[in-house]
């Protein structure tokens, strides 16, 4: 009985297991800096040490509509320190912003806003983009992939194709600094 159930079991969780093999090319999609997913990993494990892990970026989600946000994130010796957040709406006459809302948040209340990009450290961006954002039919979807010139992620999603507006899954970032 025991061998019939590992079977029936293993039925079952081959297609889920076979998908990410057959979207591995994805992780090759190069960037504009000449990265790709995976030589953007291996060199943000190098830079992370290197400045002791402790950096801020800017996550950018920006409408059509000209509604936007920013989400920034900091990070110190591997640990979320703070969150900050900010909505605005773009001005159609003369691409002034209107903040409309924004928090700061640090120690206990990270992530005690619903609005706004998760307090994630890079290590959790990386493994979004890697096992979720890249991981679609790339016959289906255009994919977007970018780093910094020194070759850390900035740019992680996809499109559907024939989507109207406001379809991009994934990540933009408008910034990225080391703070040490």
Known sequence: MK???????LVFLMPYSCSTEVFAPNLLVT???????????????????RHQDSYRYTVLEL??????????VTVIDGKVVSREYEAFQMSEDDGSKEV?????EEGEDIGSHS????????????TECGSDYLMVDPETH???????????????????DLCGDDCFEGFSMSEFEWMK
Request: hydrophobic share 30%.
């Open 3 to 9: 061998l019939y159930l590992s079977i029936i079991l």
């Open 31 to 49: 960037g504009e800096n000449g990265y790709n997913f995976v030589q953007s990993q291996k060199e943000w494990k190098t830079l992370k040490k």
């Open 63 to 72: 409408s059509f509509s000209g509604f936007g946000s920013e989400t920034t």
């Open 100 to 104: 409309l809302n924004s928090y700061f």
């Open 115 to 126: 609005e706004g990009w998760p307090a994630y450290d890079m290590d959790k961006m990386y």
């Open 142 to 160: 255009t994919l977007y992939f970018d780093t910094t010139e020194e070759g850390v992620m900035t740019l992680c999603g996809n499109v559907p």
